[in-house]
């Protein structure tokens, strides 16, 4: 089986000590590919970097909306130069964040829009972060239409997952689904149709049940894959074939 991570941060710190060999384990357990999307523009030319030195690793830039406190005019303007010099694959992570409640709406509505204006412009899918604020981003990316994309993490409505499907987005799965307690993303995982799907691990975060209170890694996404099949009462093939397939769609991965 070739599994792709749609989503793992494996250029933060969390990962110095044991890059390399988290890497190795990961392809060993089929792990062909890793999109590993940026939070701040602190962290861009390490993450553009560490993708460089690996043909399997697909960068992807953005400004976090948990992050807004690190973000600045100027980046928007490295931002823009930087899609255009180092063609990165997707804009991300990019979003609005309501679960937390002291980060400005304002604010971070201002970034998403800049932000889906260089995705616009420069024909790139986006990488959405979206906790407690799926109508509000379906209203926004409705207005700022870009080529698709995926919405990392989702745990929003049948409806909600609708909308995203029309306007050309797959919905991540990830360790969540692991779970017992989570039943209803796997009704979620279980009800959408399987080119709507693409597997994650949101590596460092979101760990799979069977390393629960330890760091996540990318090694650990044939858990998600076979959580998502038993959902889904598919053979395991079948389902990294389809959702591998639907990676490489929705982000023209090389």
Same mark, same amino acid.
């Given at each position: 089986?070739?599994?792709? %991570?749609?989503?793992?941060?494996?250029?933060?710190?969390?990962? %110095?000590? %044991?890059?390399?060999?988290?890497? /190795?384990?990961?392809?060993?357990?089929?792990?062909?590919g890793?999109?590993?999307?940026?939070?701040?523009?602190?962290?861009?030319?390490?993450?553009?970097?560490?993708?460089?030195?690996?043909?399997?690793?697909?960068? /992807?830039?953005?400004?976090?909306p948990?992050?807004?406190?690190?973000?600045?005019?100027?980046?928007?303007?490295?931002?823009?130069?930087?899609?255009?010099d180092?063609?990165?694959?997707?804009?991300?992570?990019?979003?609005? %964040?309501?679960?937390?409640? =002291?980060?400005?709406?304002?604010t971070q509505?201002?970034?998403?829009?800049?932000?889906?204006?260089?995705?616009?412009?420069?024909?790139?899918?986006?990488?959405?972060?979206?906790?407690? /604020?799926? =109508?509000?981003?379906?209203?926004?990316?409705?207005?700022?239409?870009?080529?698709?994309?995926?919405?990392?993490?989702?745990?929003?409505?049948?409806e909600?997952?609708g909308?995203?499907? =029309?306007?050309?987005?797959?919905?991540?799965?990830?360790?969540?689904?692991?779970?017992?307690r989570?039943?209803?993303?796997?009704?979620?995982?279980? /009800?959408?149709?399987?080119?709507?799907?693409?597997?994650?691990?949101?590596?460092? =975060?979101?760990?799979?049940?069977?390393?629960?209170?330890?760091?996540?890694?990318?090694?650990?996404?044939?858990?998600?894959?076979?959580?998502?099949?038993?959902?889904?009462?598919?053979?395991?093939?079948?389902?990294?074939?389809?959702?591998?397939?639907?990676?490489?769609?929705?982000?023209?991965?090389?």
């Amino acid at each position: 089986m070739e599994l792709i %991570d749609t989503h793992c941060h494996l250029d933060l710190p969390q990962f %110095d000590a %044991d890059r390399s060999a988290v890497l /190795a384990r990961s392809r060993r357990n089929g792990v062909c590919g890793i999109v590993v999307p940026g939070i701040a523009a602190g962290g861009w030319p390490g993450l553009l970097e560490l993708c460089a030195a690996h043909a399997d690793l697909y960068p /992807a830039l953005g400004m976090h909306p948990v992050f807004i406190g690190r973000h600045r005019t100027a980046h928007l303007t490295q931002l823009e130069q930087l899609a255009k010099d180092t063609k990165p694959i997707a804009i991300g992570e990019i979003g609005l %964040d309501y679960y937390i409640h =002291d980060l400005d709406r304002t604010t971070q509505q201002r970034w998403f829009e800049a932000q889906l204006e260089v995705a616009r412009l420069h024909a790139l899918p986006v990488l959405l972060h979206v906790r407690k /604020a799926h =109508d509000q981003v379906l209203d926004t990316l409705r207005r700022i239409r870009v080529v698709g994309g995926i919405a990392h993490a989702f745990n929003g409505s049948l409806e909600q997952a609708g909308r995203y499907l =029309d306007l050309g987005f797959k919905l991540g799965f990830g360790g969540m689904l692991t779970y017992q307690r989570s039943t209803r993303l796997r009704k979620l995982g279980q /009800a959408l149709p399987i080119d709507a799907l693409v597997l994650e691990t949101d590596a460092p =975060d979101m760990t799979v049940a069977s390393h629960r209170g330890e760091r996540n890694s990318p090694e650990y996404l044939p858990e998600c894959l076979r959580a998502l099949a038993a959902a889904r009462g598919e053979d395991p093939e079948e389902v990294a074939a389809r959702t591998t397939c639907n990676a490489h769609r929705v982000l023209a991965l090389r």
